[in-house]
């Protein structure tokens, strides 16, 4: 039997982004996405461990085996501006519920690899130095959580408790998008074991922790339904508003700001079997799509196991930065001119 959705709902929340939260969202509409995780060890993009059905002993082996020494958040951070970027968006955990911050809720997490640093927490203080915003990306559907499939209220409670300490440990927050609850889809058989939720989410409660805690942060589910209340902006994956040419966004566009999430190379995460970095005129010419529609543009990359982003995909940001500053890209809502030919690096 399939698992039919309805969509949760959410109308006792009571708090929204603040104005000057919202204002500040719109005015730094270039942010790299980045999907990091222990599923980088692999190089098959970040659904390996449900794809490939990894049983979770041998996964968490990848615990002694993820040790990113070539990151710097320092140099992460220097490329946002070298780009012309003005934010980050980062994987805190994904799907396979491995989380990148020194989280006390669970030894899955980052800290407990042969790593051990804060990944999260080092990258915080690099870019509040430099002026830049942080947006969290968190995943509501967890394979790994024992209490996802076993205890629902506990599983409610743990993911709130991990939003609670993302929210106070790390500063200032610009913004929270979730994955992982997509109401409309139907899943059958293994894959209703493995996605359906047991219960509600308890929405309202959540974008009310969130907005009490961060008043600033812009909250967005990628649910691939309109803004739902507590909800302060509507995202289109690989897509543009109300295209829906993927066939899994939705043609339906809300009252809320808006954003378009792009790939730099083929997938989300890191796989070089798929490499295809895409030309920097292709990127400016999604971007000034994106602006045309008054959304803002989200640009993905898959950092390496080693915990560097990769060479071409850098040369490609920095060659769009030197566009967006010359041409002044960014400096309004008004829609700019993509080039016709690729930019001098």
């Not at 939705?250 to 009252?255: L, R, S």
């Not at 490609?316 to 001098?344: S, T």
């Amino acid at each position: 039997m399939a698992a039919d959705y309805t969509i949760e709902n959410s109308s006792k929340a009571k708090l929204q982004v603040t104005p000057e939260g919202a204002a500040a969202y719109l005015a730094n509409p270039y942010i790299l996405s980045v999907h990091w995780g222990l599923y980088a060890l692999q190089g098959r993009g970040e659904w390996v461990y449900w794809n490939e059905r990894i049983p979770l002993d041998v996964y968490r082996r990848r615990l002694s085996q993820f040790n990113p020494v070539r990151f710097n958040a320092e140099e992460w951070a220097d490329l946002l501006v070298e780009s012309g970027l003005r934010g980050l968006l980062i994987t805190t955990k994904h799907h396979d519920g491995f989380c990148m911050w020194d989280t006390q809720l669970t030894d899955w997490n980052i800290t407990r690899s042969v790593f051990k640093r804060d990944i999260i927490g080092e990258l915080a203080q690099a870019l509040h130095d430099r002026g830049l915003k942080l947006h969290f990306y968190y995943s509501l559907l967890d394979w790994t959580a024992p209490s996802y499939r076993n205890d629902w209220p506990a599983y409610v409670a743990y993911y709130q408790g991990h939003l609670r300490e993302l929210l106070t440990h790390y500063g200032k927050i610009d913004g929270v998008i979730f994955d992982g609850y997509w109401p409309r889809a139907k899943f059958e058989g293994e894959w209703a074991e493995a996605f359906a939720a047991r219960g509600k989410w308890d929405l309202a409660g959540t974008y009310d922790l969130i907005h009490s805690l961060q008043p600033q942060a812009m909250v967005c589910n990628n649910s691939h339904v309109p803004p739902q209340p507590g909800e302060d902006y509507q995202v289109w994956e690989l897509d543009f508003p109300g295209e829906n040419t993927t066939g899994f966004n939705t043609t339906e566009i809300g009252a809320m700001p808006k954003a378009v999430w792009w790939n730099l190379n083929s997938g989300w995460a890191y796989n070089p079997g798929i490499h295809n970095v895409k030309s920097p005129e292709t990127i400016l010419q999604a971007m000034a799509k994106a602006r045309s529609t008054n959304s803002v543009f989200y640009l993905n990359v898959g950092p390496r196991p080693w915990g560097d982003i990769h060479p071409e995909e850098q040369q490609a940001l920095r060659a769009i930065g030197k566009y967006v500053r010359e041409y002044r890209m960014l400096d309004n809502r008004a829609p700019a001119a993509a080039p016709q030919a690729a930019p001098k690096t």
